[in-house]
């Protein structure tokens, strides 16, 4: 069941980004998701195996819905959401986007704990969120370097 | 998280690699474009995470980075120095203008280095094996990283034209 919920999921989320119209292109795009897939993989690592403040289930269907989750589901995601922030003109609009990703983030952890593929320990919502938003802030910061390295480049042609 | 257990020549052999690998890449004619530069550092570092901790850590741990299974600052510089060796395989693929059935023989000689190179890694205590690992495992990581590495090169080159470009650096 957790797995079959995660795999809809990713699946879910690519189509979604299969079909949306990009803002960035394929060196930004890829850029991003590495990075948020390095973080999403050492941050998972610290708070559930060297912290233990949160535990993992050790059944192979769990983890392997926890694996598609750290390593596809939410760099994707963190992907549209970052397309869908540099076609956003305004602040107040760009905060408003923000803030719902990062409530869409926490509740889609809030999934893998009442599927019991993760127990929080020492952990709560609020801390996710705030991983959830830094996360979000990492991405845009992440967007920002490359397309200005890459702006140098197309202006040095 | 650690520095490390204990300073000894797993982290010694780290360092001299890591200095010796950046310093290449900073001497070596810029033959690829600060984005892609930038991308393929990034590109290995990451499946060298991906892979290392899934297949090194969780559930299958199937090998352990350096002194112990818990996480050491020396498990981070190796990831730093893998990125290198994804920059060098784009860098020598754009380099030897590698096509067509070359790109076979070119990732069966990266497999070759990456063979000699976790053999050389092992033997300075950088990786242990364990649960039935056994070091012939790697040949399947090593095809999956680098085909998808020149593919992925590929694809971007069809996508994005200013790949070919090297900009005011050189």
């Known amino acids: 069941m957790e797995f079959v919920v995660y795999f809809f999921l990713v699946w879910l989320y690519i189509s979604i980004f ?56 939410i760099p994707i995601l963190t992907l549209i959401f970052v397309n869908l922030y540099t076609r956003i003109p305004t602040l107040i609009q760009k905060a408003m986007l923000l803030v719902s990703a990062v409530i869409l983030f926490v509740a889609l952890a809030s999934i893998s704990t009442s599927l019991k593929i993760t127990k929080y320990l020492n952990w709560n919502y609020g801390f996710d969120f705030i991983y959830y938003f830094v996360l979000m802030v990492c991405a845009i910061g992440a967007y920002k370097i490359m397309h200005r390295v890459m702006k140098g480049v197309v202006e040095g042609i | ?36 530069m930038l991308l393929f550092l990034v590109w ?59 790109i076979i023989f070119y990732i069966l000689g990266w497999t070759c280095i990456g063979l000699v190179m976790e053999k050389v890694s092992s033997f300075m205590g950088v990786t242990h094996y364990q649960s039935g690992y ?37």
């Open chain 2, 134 to 170: 056994h070091i012939y495992y790697s040949v399947v990581v090593f095809l999956i990283v680098q085909t998808t590495t020149a593919l992925y090169y590929e694809l971007i080159k069809k996508k994005w034209p200013e790949a070919n470009h090297v900009s005011h650096m050189d």
């Open chain 2, 1 to 36: 998280m650690m520095l490390w257990e204990s300073y000894d020549k797993n982290e010694i052999y780290i360092i001299m690699m890591l200095l010796g690998a950046y310093l290449a890449v900073y001497i070596f004619p810029k033959k690829l474009s600060p984005p892609l």
């Open chain 1, 18 to 73: 299969a079909v949306l119209h990009k803002r960035l292109n394929i060196v930004e795009n890829t850029f991003v998701y590495l990075v948020i897939l390095i973080i999403s993989i050492n941050y998972s690592w610290l708070v559930i195996d060297e912290f233990n403040v949160i535990s993992l289930s050790e059944k192979r269907a769990p983890y392997l819905a926890y694996l598609i989750n750290r390593s596809i589901g």
């Open chain 2, 44 to 102: 290995g570092f990451a499946t060298s995470t991906i892979f290392d901790f899934t297949l090194g850590g969780g559930l299958f741990d199937y090998y352990k980075v350096n002194d112990s299974n818990k996480y050491e600052l020396s498990d981070l510089l190796t990831y730093f120095l893998f990125a290198t060796f994804s920059y060098f395989f784009v860098y020598f693929y754009k380099v030897l203008r590698i096509k067509n059935v070359k």
